[in-house]
T-cell receptor, first 114, second 111 residues
Framework: DTAVSQTPKYLVTQMGNDKSIKCEQN?????MYWYKQDSKKFLKIMFS???????INETVPNRFSPKSPDKAHLNLHINSLELGDSAVYFC?????????????FGSGTRLTVV | DAKTTQPNSMESNEEEPVHLPCNHS???????IHWYRQLPSQGPEYVIH???SNVNNRMASLAIAEDRKSSTLILHRATLRDAAVYYC????????????FGKGTSLLVTP
């Protein structure tokens, strides 16, 4: 199936740990994104990334770093996890610079920091 | 960036049409109007988009006002499965075509 897939689906970890969430898309899209949805259900873009440019939302702490081994993958690495990082994280992809094309989202990773 | 305004919530009966409004009075000529929805415990899902003309697809119809300052997402026959939060978003060249979500409209469908 063509899709955006994320792993793991659920992640429970202790404060201070470092963790990664993986994302893969097989749609041939050029651009990938990470979104965070907090407990109030507000979806906020964290990063957009293609093979030429990383655009970071300025409100994202530098403990968060996207890592892209190739065009089809964009992993999210989080250092020194804090309680406030608990949220659902969504990966998405789209063709580069195309407003006349929809984004495709993954099903999300629910991160719980205890 | 141009902003959108949507009602916080709407309610519909099953098998009836639903008209979800969106105001975007500061839209610019190159902004595309996108609609997404998020079902409970799922990721956002693309519904439809348009620029100036009305659009139809298998999921919904999009009616765009002549001055483009408002649009309406039309679900022709609501089902229980259509209960979701619906987001109206302007994709702008100025923002690099980023998809910035607002609060959306929570649609409740009752049997």
């Amino acid at each position: 199936d063509t899709a955006v897939s994320q792993t793991p689906k659920y992640l429970v970890t202790q404060m201070g740990n470092d963790k990664s969430i993986k994302c893969e898309q097989n749609l041939g899209h050029d651009t990938m994104y990470w979104y965070k949805q907090d407990s109030k259900k507000f979806l906020k873009i964290m990063f957009s990334y293609n093979n030429k440019e990383l655009i970071i939302n300025e409100t994202v702490p530098n403990r968060f770093s996207p890592k892209s081994p190739d065009k089809a993958h964009l992993n999210l690495h989080i250092n020194s996890l804090e309680l406030g990082d608990s949220a659902v994280y969504f990966c998405a992809s789209s063709p580069l610079g195309r407003a006349n094309y929809g984004y495709t989202f993954g099903s999300g990773t629910r991160l719980t920091v205890v | 960036d141009a902003k959108t305004t949507q009602p916080n919530s709407m309610e519909s009966n099953e098998e009836e049409p639903v008209h979800l409004p969106c105001n975007h009075s500061t839209i610019s000529g190159t902004d595309y109007i996108h609609w997404y929805r998020q079902l409970p415990s799922q990721g956002p899902e693309y519904v439809i988009h348009g620029l100036t003309s009305n659009v139809n697809n298998r999921m919904a119809s999009l009616a765009i006002a002549e001055d483009r300052k408002s649009s309406t997402l039309i679900l022709h026959r609501a089902t229980l499965r259509d209960a979701a939060v619906y987001y109206c978003i302007l994709m702008s060249l100025n923002s690099g075509y980023a998809l910035n979500f607002g609060k959306g409209t929570s649609l409740l469908v009752t049997p």
